[in-house]
């Protein structure tokens, strides 16, 4: 099972919208509406931010938003803070019933 | 709180085993299903394995199928990953992290601090 791909970085200012791309295939985020992103800032565990697509959990803000066309899910994060600077990753199950993340990509705020 | 703490981790040389332990507090383990998932020194996270909230079922990533072993004892509320035949590019840290719904596997909503497995001679 292939990594999802994603950008290996994003950059905005703050104020601004920044979308991170997530391309699997017909085997994954193509055919399951189960793509979940993470939060990673440095030297810390991971935090969900968004599952099956389009849900954020409980404390989430609603300036995290998830989408997804075809083979594509994409999160995009409007009205940009400093705090949002982080590694983020995708993630979708599988066709195999097997789970698979995105590279990463890391978010600079400017 | 909700919380899971890893425990287990070391330093061990190629061909050798480990058994990492994941012990689950304030929420009801067993009807969650339960992951490991693991992220080498500066790369990106790699899903390992899953088992379901009653152990019927498991499936595990093909990077260490016939190598690791999920398991889970929910008496103890406890999640196990057996390591054998250890690869130095087995060497990350070791997450635990549960399914979000309690019926499928993915939604990783509650992660543990992560242990450490380095492989080494």
């Known amino acids: 099972q292939s990594a999802l791909t994603q950008p290996p970085s994003v950059s905005g200012s703050p104020g601004q919208s920044v979308t991170i791309s997530c391309t699997g295939t017909?085997?994954?985020?193509?055919?399951?509406?189960?793509v979940s992103w993470y939060q990673q800032p440095p030297g810390t565990a991971p935090k969900l931010m968004i599952y099956e697509v389009s849900n954020r959990p409980s404390g989430v803000p609603d300036r995290f938003s998830g989408s997804k066309s075809g083979n594509t899910a994409s999160l995009t994060i409007s009205g940009l803070q400093a705090e949002d600077e982080a590694d983020y990753y995708c993630?979708?199950?599988?066709?195999?019933?097997?789970?698979?993340f995105g590279g990463g990509t890391k978010l600079t705020v400017l | 709180q909700v919380q899971l703490v890893e425990s287990g981790g070391g330093l061990v040389k190629p061909g050798g085993s480990l058994r990492l332990s994941c012990t689950a507090s304030e929420f009801t383990f067993s009807d969650y299903y339960m992951n490991w998932i693991r992220q080498a020194p500066g790369k990106g996270l790699e899903w390992v394995a899953y088992i379901s909230s009653s152990s019927t079922y498991t499936n595990q990533a093909d990077s260490v199928k016939g190598r690791f072993t999920i398991s889970r004892d929910n008496a103890k509320n406890s999640l196990y990953l057996e390591m054998n035949s250890l690869r130095a590019e087995d060497t990350a840290v070791y997450y635990c992290a549960r399914g979000l719904t309690g019926t499928t596997p993915d939604g990783f909503d509650i992660w543990g601090q992560g242990t450490m497995v380095t492989v080494s001679s």
């Open positions: 993630s979708s199950y599988t066709s195999s019933s097997t789970l698979v």
């Open positions: 017909t085997t994954d985020v193509g055919i399951y509406n189960r």
